[in-house]
């Protein structure tokens, strides 16, 4: 097995790993290779896939993690629609999951394939499902948590401990910035980050899953008042984001935090393995910013699933890897490999900070708005990050942000 870091230029060499028509349901004789294609990179996929290997000496796993993750949609539909697609695939959420579907691209998963999707919570599957057929079409691999990441040890060495309050918060960056370290190594250059970060601030004072149930129903809009004051506390917060933070990037961001320029990241639960990986030296630490007027709360939301190519030659095969995607060995291995929380239910972190962010989730835990509302196109999310883009350079208010939003998810709800 190995696992191949492709460029979006790697396009070229695609058509190697073809499958071309699909088969029955009797396994291929002799050595099968199964592709399977993700975002990335996630080197620890060797390990964990090592293990199927093992207990199936007659399968090989080529995984393959493309460091555009940006532009993997298209990579993959463009492979999946033609013979240079994988077998099996990372698909995304919710509303990004349906082109492939209503494209016919994928195949439909049948409990009676892979029994273990009839344990996962409704909410968790649901992401996985046509819209339109409410079939199921991947095996859910992750539920992320979204918050901010601080470095232990520079809080300690400045007498600073997690906030409570929105006034200890600004009173801990404001200690930090007289210090010459940056509080929040955050940037708006990548504009995909902008709604995970607005909502890592702003779920709290906007009123969390009930002000997207209202929103949905057609009783509320995102011109809310609160939702527009949510998004805005971004504004307020840059005195003590990077210098010319719409020029930051994603990855600018990471270097500041890991190289120990910056005392915290606000990011997603993905950020713990890789700054695991990147720097060691750094203690980490999790905390759920509190609201303006009250306690914050933690938003979530299901990345992703393992789907099968409808064009796959090794079906077979690929249901029975698929069903083991779908059993509590692989979610445990996948918790404590990847250091992020298993979409398969029943899973218990070893990891202390795990332990610790599954407590908040459990008590303070949201829906991430963004991933209901990413319907349309362009999308309402892609409309909604460009945006908030503007806003941060002082081009359009908050509320202006919130209203184009809205004009966008008007198309399509």
């Given at each position: 097995?190995?696992?191949a870091?492709l460029?979006?230029?790697?396009?070229?060499?695609?058509a190697a790993?073809?499958?071309?028509?699909?088969?029955?349901t009797?396994p291929?004789?002799g050595k099968v290779?199964?592709?399977i294609?993700?975002?990335?990179?996630e080197?620890?996929?060797?390990?964990?896939f090592a293990?199927?290997?093992?207990?199936?000496?007659?399968v090989?796993?080529?995984?393959?993690?493309?460091?555009t993750?940006t532009?993997?949609?298209?990579?993959?539909?463009?492979?999946?629609a033609?013979?240079?697609?994988p077998?099996?695939?990372?698909?995304?959420?919710?509303?990004?999951?349906?082109?492939?579907?209503?494209?016919?691209r994928?195949l439909p998963l049948?409990?009676?394939?892979?029994?273990g999707?009839?344990d996962?919570?409704e909410g968790?599957?649901?992401?996985?499902?046509?819209?339109?057929?409410g079939?199921v079409?991947?095996v859910p691999?992750?539920?992320q948590t979204?918050q901010?990441v601080?470095?232990k040890k520079i809080?300690a060495?400045?007498?600073?401990?997690?906030?409570?309050?929105?006034?200890?918060?600004?009173?801990?960056?404001?200690?930090?910035k007289?210090?010459?370290?940056?509080?929040?190594?955050?940037?708006?250059?990548?504009?995909w980050?902008?709604?995970?970060?607005?909502?890592?601030?702003?779920?709290?004072?906007?009123g969390?899953d009930?002000?997207?149930?209202?929103?949905?129903?057609?009783?509320k809009?995102?011109?809310d008042?609160?939702f527009?004051e949510?998004?805005?506390?971004?504004?307020?917060?840059?005195?003590?984001f990077?210098?010319?933070?719409?020029?930051?990037?994603?990855t600018d961001a990471?270097?500041l935090?890991?190289?120990?320029k910056?005392?915290m990241?606000?990011?997603?639960l993905?950020?713990?393995n890789?700054?695991?990986?990147?720097?060691?030296?750094?203690?980490l630490g999790?905390f759920?910013?509190p609201?303006?007027?009250g306690?914050?709360?933690?938003p979530?939301?299901?990345d992703?699933?393992?789907?099968?190519?409808?064009k796959t030659?090794?079906?077979?095969?690929?249901?029975k890897f698929?069903?083991?995607?779908?059993?509590?060995?692989?979610?445990?291995?996948?918790t404590?490999?990847?250091?992020?929380?298993s979409?398969?239910?029943g899973?218990?972190?070893?990891d202390?900070?795990?332990k610790?962010?599954?407590?908040?989730f459990d008590?303070k835990?949201?829906?991430?708005f963004m991933?209901?509302?990413?319907?349309?196109?362009?999308s309402?999310?892609?409309?909604?990050s460009?945006a908030?883009?503007?806003m941060?350079?002082?081009?359009?208010?908050?509320?202006?942000?919130?209203?184009?939003?809205?004009?966008?998810?008007s198309t399509?709800?």
């Amino acid at each position: 097995m190995r696992l191949a870091v492709l460029a979006a230029a790697a396009l070229i060499s695609i058509a190697a790993c073809a499958p071309s028509s699909p088969s029955a349901t009797t396994p291929t004789t002799g050595k099968v290779t199964l592709s399977i294609w993700g975002w990335g990179p996630e080197e620890n996929y060797d390990k964990m896939f090592a293990a199927y290997e093992k207990l199936n000496p007659g399968v090989d796993i080529d995984a393959r993690s493309f460091t555009t993750a940006t532009e993997y949609d298209t990579i993959l539909s463009t492979g999946l629609a033609g013979d240079s697609g994988p077998d099996l695939a990372w698909l995304r959420a919710g509303p990004q999951l349906q082109p492939l579907v209503e494209a016919g691209r994928l195949l439909p998963l049948e409990t009676a394939d892979i029994p273990g999707l009839n344990d996962f919570d409704e909410g968790v599957l649901r992401a996985a499902k046509g819209d339109k057929d409410g079939k199921v079409y991947g095996v859910p691999f992750a539920v992320q948590t979204l918050q901010v990441v601080y470095n232990k040890k520079i809080f300690a060495d400045n007498g600073i401990v997690p906030p409570q309050t929105w006034d200890e918060m600004i009173a801990v960056a404001e200690k930090l910035k007289a210090k010459k370290i940056i509080p929040f190594a955050f940037g708006g250059k990548d504009d995909w980050m902008l709604p995970i970060v607005a909502s890592i601030f702003g779920t709290g004072h906007w009123g969390g899953d009930d002000f997207l149930k209202a929103v949905k129903a057609k009783e509320k809009k995102f011109a809310d008042p609160l939702f527009v004051e949510g998004i805005d506390l971004l504004n307020k917060l840059k005195p003590y984001f990077p210098d010319d933070v719409a020029g930051v990037s994603y990855t600018d961001a990471q270097i500041l935090f890991s190289s120990g320029k910056a005392a915290m990241f606000p990011g997603g639960l993905w950020e713990l393995n890789f700054f695991g990986e990147q720097a060691k030296n750094v203690e980490l630490g999790v905390f759920t910013p509190p609201a303006p007027k009250g306690p914050g709360l933690m938003p979530g939301f299901t990345d992703g699933s393992y789907g099968i190519n409808a064009k796959t030659k090794h079906k077979a095969e690929a249901l029975k890897f698929a069903s083991w995607l779908a059993s509590k060995d692989y979610g445990q291995l996948y918790t404590d490999t990847v250091r992020t929380f298993s979409a398969v239910p029943g899973i218990t972190p070893k990891d202390a900070l795990l332990k610790e962010v599954a407590a908040t989730f459990d008590t303070k835990g949201a829906t991430y708005f963004m991933n209901d509302f990413a319907y349309g196109n362009p999308s309402s999310a892609a409309v909604f990050s460009k945006a908030l883009q503007e806003m941060l350079l002082g081009r359009i208010t908050a509320r202006q942000a919130a209203e184009k939003l809205d004009q966008s998810v008007s198309t399509w709800l």
